[in-house]
């Protein structure tokens, strides 16, 4: 597997578990909430911009990987939607629990979509060597965005 999706995979893990962290919190303990969902932004939102301007842009010009890049990209679009609602909220709302779980699930979703449609797609599109150096960029990227982040 090339150096990219390796990345990937490994923020996706670390995403699906602090999701899970979220999920298992009780509302009585919003202080616990907000620093898990901090950490969540921290994780997530530089991991989605840098993976959007590195990887889903080049893909979108490729016939072999265009589809499943726009929707890809469509998909983040939601997620931060959702995680911009779930900012907003206080974090002992009834809701909140409720919003979570249904993020948590579109996120997933996403994930498993993009790890078997979205790579297979881009390994037609792209060879081995520009993927891996694709990896260093988004790294790249994501520091510079967690940078502007805190």
């Known amino acids: 597997m090339n150096k990219l999706f390796q990345m990937i995979k490994k923020d996706h893990q670390e995403v699906k578990g602090i999701l899970g ?8 303990d919003s202080k616990k909430r907000e620093e898990l969902f901090h950490t969540l932004k921290q994780e997530l939102v530089p991991h989605m911009k840098a993976e ?10 490729k016939k072999e990987a265009r589809e499943e890049a726009m929707e890809g990209m469509e998909e983040h679009h939601v997620s931060e939607m959702v995680l ?5 909220m206080p974090k ?4 909140w629990g409720a919003k979570v779980s249904v993020f948590k699930e579109l996120v ?34 994501k520091q510079k965005i967690k940078k502007k982040l805190k």
Not at 52 to 59: H, K, Q, S
Not at 92 to 95: H, L, R, S, T
Not at 111 to 127: D, G, P, V, Y
């Open 21 to 28: 962290k979220l999920k298992a919190s009780k509302q009585s």
């Open 52 to 61: 959007e301007a590195i990887f889903y842009t080049p893909l979108m010009g």
């Open 84 to 88: 911009k609602e779930l900012d907003k």
């Open 92 to 95: 002992d709302d009834d809701k």
């Open 108 to 141: 997933e979703h996403h994930i498993q979509e993009e790890e078997s449609e979205l790579f297979k797609a881009a390994e037609k599109a792209m060879s081995k060597d520009e993927l891996d150096m694709m990896a260093e960029k988004v790294e790249e990227e």
